[in-house]
């Protein structure tokens, strides 16, 4: 099976045997084609077409052939839409033939989004060699664990030999360093073959700061009427902006079909600024909506800080309209603070009532719905969640951006001792909403996943210097001294450091954290996704208990009734009522006559089902 989405820009391979080549380039007067070869480069101009297109098509070029595109005769750049750089974002790109490779997964149409427990990785991190294909050696692992979807984080061309993905400028490029296009396809249909959905991390907010050539010939793509951490935002929403929201929406869709994966998550939408109707959110999931066949199951999750519940709507049938859920934040801060003690910084809006925001998080979605925020400076944050059901909110514990946000990108191993991280593991793990976990954390990995790139020099120290900067609001990092210790985001050292060491395995503490996650998903697979199909609107309730201990309850619309008791506190409780219903898991520390009395001890869990 041949698959391809052919798009209005870029090289595109035809069935005549020549490649059409087109560029939008609005602010060129002449672009020509440069074709690379070992004597040289052969020129060849483009005839401009309306509205800042050129275009191309010649049968001198053929896939593998590397090309550039040379402006008003001067500097040569990069395809914006190129599918491969061999040789990096400031290379030549190379001309691929998407037909070349053979499917053989046609029969998959994906997973429903009820059965998701999520894997996030690094590719570059997640195995010695940091490649696709050594990610599709460690498949059958996760799929044992119990893992029905892996989250690839950014593979978009990004520069250099290693960065997170988020700095990438070549959106339609898988990274050189990670293998070829054929690679990532492979490892698809790997997972495919092992019943595993596939998703993607994509960057729609901004381009990284080296390899973006887009403002020589193509300014428009940016707007300085919104700003973003970044800069300039992309411009969605003024003059010419309808090109650029095709580039993104092309994006998406070239993903989604040509690559095969299940699902998208979009990072930070937050800092997407778009003040046109439809937004630019709305436009690209009703597009990859009414483009993916109806029985095909593909996923569209968000980060978004500003908890807009709107994005996240079902039909009177519980029927997805636009985006099936959003990374809960909320529920990972409260947590935290409450396993770890920690208040500053970012969880100073979780550090009054963490129980009663983490009962809310578990039965409603949101801790923030409308509420104002302290960090926020006093604005309101959040819109009610009424009548979504449990998965539209993805909980964790654990993901790229909370351990490696901290300045030395400490795992919560390491922070809390362990039977709180158990505690809330055992929440997370059997509560409704899909969980998320990050690669490493089943095996209690306390291997640091630091931030880590790979920027020109000048570039560099900029990023470094702007990184330790960013940790001044936090108490341990007030003076410069302290802040000059957070490790180098650009040497090799910080990146080896990160990567994931595998003979922990061999350790017993390890294989017991193993162990105890495999028998969750287990449990998991067992008594929960089963009442979760038409889990919409599910009446749900929670209670605190002496300010630590939480009991939370939901009836599910086919009679079933779960229950959860937890205390997360360092001293036993003995108010509890438990319920009459079965016990399905219940903390080791837990025993059942203390149980039927009403005592939980310090930092454990109970789940009973009905």
Known sequence: MKRRHNMPFGAECRDDGSVR?????????????????????????????????????????TPGTQYRFRIDGGQEVPDPASRFQPQDVHG????????????????????????????????????????????????????????????LMPVADFPGKRNWGYDGVLPFATDSAYGRPEDLKALVQSAHDRGLMI?????????????????????????????????????????????????????????????HFDGLRLDAVHAILDDSKPHILTELADAVRSSIEPDRHVHLILENDHNQARYLQRTQHCQIQRYNAQWNDDIHHTLHVLITGEHDGYYVDYA?????????????????????????????RGESTVGLPPGAFISFLQN??????????????????????????????????????????????KAPFLFFCDFEKGLAEAVAA???????????????????GIPDPNAASTFDTSRLDWKDLAQTPNRDWLDFYRQLLKLRCQHIVCHLAEACAIKAHYEVLEDRALTAHWDFPD????????????????????????????????????????????????????
């Not at 053979?102 to 894997?119: F, L, M, N, S, T």
Request: charged content about 20%; glycine content about 8%; hydrophobic content about 40%.
């Open 21 to 61: 080549f087109r560029l939008w380039a609005p602010a060129a007067h002449k672009v020509d084609l440069c074709l690379v070869g070992s004597n040289g480069s052969r020129i060849f101009p483009m005839r401009s077409r309306d509205q800042g297109w050129f275009e191309l098509a010649t049968d001198a070029a």
């Open 92 to 151: 030549p790109s190379e001309v691929i033939d998407p037909t070349s490779f053979g499917w053989q997964d046609e029969a998959w149409r994906g997973r429903p989004w009820e059965e998701a427990v999520i894997y996030e990785l690094h590719v570059g991190a997640f195995t010695p060699a940091g490649t696709f294909s050594a990610v599709a050696e460690r498949l059958d692992y996760l799929a044992n664990l119990g893992i029905t979807a892996i989250e």
């Open 199 to 259: 998703l993607l991390d994509v960057v729609y907010n901004h381009f990284g700061p080296e390899g973006n050539y887009l403002n020589s010939y193509a300014p428009q793509f940016f707007t300085d009427r919104h700003k973003t951490p970044w800069g300039n935002a992309i411009n969605f929403d003024g003059p010419d902006s309808r090109t650029v929201r095709d580039f993104l929406i092309h994006n998406a869709l070239h993903w989604l079909n040509e690559y």
């Open 352 to 380: 009054e009532h963490p129980l009663n925001q983490l009962g809310r998080c578990l039965v409603e979605g949101f801790a923030y719905q409308g509420e104002r925020s302290i960090l926020r400076n006093g604005d309101v």
């Open 400 to 445: 790229h951006d909370q351990i490696g946000n901290r300045a030395f990108g400490e795992r919560i191993a390491t922070l809390a001792e362990p039977r709180a991280v158990r505690a809330a593991t055992a929440i997370l793990l059997l509560a409704p909403s899909p969980p998320l976990l990050f690669m490493g954390e089943e095996f209690g990995s």
């Open 466 to 484: 702007g990184r330790r900067n960013e940790f001044a609001r936090f108490a341990r990092f007030n003076d410069p001294a302290s802040r000059a």
């Open 559 to 610: 009679g079933a009734k779960l229950d959860l008791l937890a205390n997360l506190s360092a001293d036993p409780i003995v108010s509890l009522t438990p319920p009459t219903s079965k016990l399905i898991y219940a903390s080791e520390e837990v025993s059942d006559d203390a149980l039927n009395r009403g005592t939980l001890p310090a930092w454990s869990v109970a789940w009973f089902l009905a």
